[in-house]
């Protein structure tokens, strides 16, 4: 069975790849989640970024 190790946030296997059909604010938290792993642990919350995704997504009507 092969395993696939990713590198950071953005690289993904191609079955994997970001869609539309992911949600923007589970993309913000996915990069702050390896940010918080690989640079500080005094990376601060991207609360101001999450809502920004949010808003998009209800503008989208998603």
Known sequence: MNSVVAAGPAT???ACAP???VA???VVLD???HRLLTRSKRTPFPA???RRALAGTSAAGV
Do not use: Q
């Open 24 to 26: 923007p604010d589970a």
């Open 48 to 50: 101001a970024e999450i």
């Open 31 to 33: 990069d702050f989640h």
């Open 12 to 14: 993904f296997p191609p």
């Open 19 to 21: 869609s539309s059909t």
